[in-house]
Antibody, heavy 124, light 110 residues
Framework: EVKLVQSGGGLVHPGGSLRLSCGVSGFSVSNNYVTWVRQAPGKGPEWVSIIYTAGSTYYADSVLGRFSISRDEMKNTVSLQMNSLRGDDTAIYYC??????????????????WGQGDLVIVSS | QSVVTQESALSVSPGGTVTLTCALSSDSVSTGYYPSWYQQSPGQPPRTLVHTTVTRASGVPDRFSGSILGTRATLTITGAQADDEADYYCALHLGSGIWMFGGGTKLTVL
């Protein structure tokens, strides 16, 4: 069974930092694409970042230069380091496994397994 | 910057059919954008309904179907049920490691 268990959210002041963690079971983070998606209160989801199997990373323009995604293959975890936080970063953050290539090698590119979400509030 | 647009709200009668659409400001939506659809109930993470334009995720009833209609991706619910009342989001892979979600459609079944 695939599980993504998130931790690290909370209240932080503007300009502060926070590190979100995503503990994975049921698949290896080294062989899968893992993303972060956030959802501000009352809004739709917003894709934030992704780490590919080869280690390449990509970011939404809104977080580029402030957020950093990484993985620990030994612990089978993915993390999101968030710096210079702003009020508009307030959201529920989801760790999500992206289904890239299926068993036939066909590209799928969809958000397959979602963590439970972790609330980040940026406020003074 | 591209924007993904969905109807903000739609309603459907129980047993009726409704089509939700997903448009891209900078281009026609095609299968090459790998459109996917998600259903979200209050307090829950999104649930995958349809991916790769037309493929239903495991366990999703066949009353949900995806397609491309003209320049948009569509999600059609045929024979709507009360528990289909939820928020629906589409997502597109814009390439170069970038994905984008639509603003969502709030579906009311009444």
């Amino acid at each position: 069974e695939v599980k993504l268990v998130q931790s690290g959210g909370g209240l932080v002041h503007p300009g502060g930092s926070l590190r979100l963690s995503c503990g994975v079971s049921g698949f290896s983070v080294s062989n899968n694409y893992v993303t972060w998606v956030r959802q501000a209160p009352g809004k739709g989801p917003e894709w934030v970042s992704i780490i590919y199997t080869a280690g390449s990373t990509y970011y939404a323009d809104s977080v580029l230069g402030r957020f950093s995604i990484s993985r620990d293959e030994m612990k089978n975890t993915v993390s999101l380091q968030m710096n210079s936080l702003r009020g508009d970063d307030t959201a529920i953050y989801y760790c999500v496994r992206l289904m890239a290539y299926d068993e036939t090698g066909k590209y799928r590119g969809y958000f397959q397994n979602w963590g439970q979400g972790d609330l980040v509030i940026v406020s003074s | 910057q591209s924007v993904v647009t969905q109807e903000s709200a739609l309603s459907v009668s129980p047993g009726g059919t409704v089509t939700l659409t997903c448009a891209l400001s900078s281009d026609s939506v095609s299968t090459g954008y790998y459109p996917s659809w998600y259903q979200q109930s209050p307090g829950q993470p999104p649930r995958t309904l349809v991916h790769t334009t037309v493929t239903r995720a495991s366990g999703v009833p066949d009353r949900f179907s995806g397609s491309i209609l003209g320049t948009r991706a569509t999600l059609t619910i045929t024979g709507a049920q009360a528990d289909d009342e939820a928020d629906y989001y589409c997502a597109l892979h814009l390439g170069s490691g970038i994905w984008m979600f639509g603003g969502g459609t709030k579906l009311t079944v009444l």
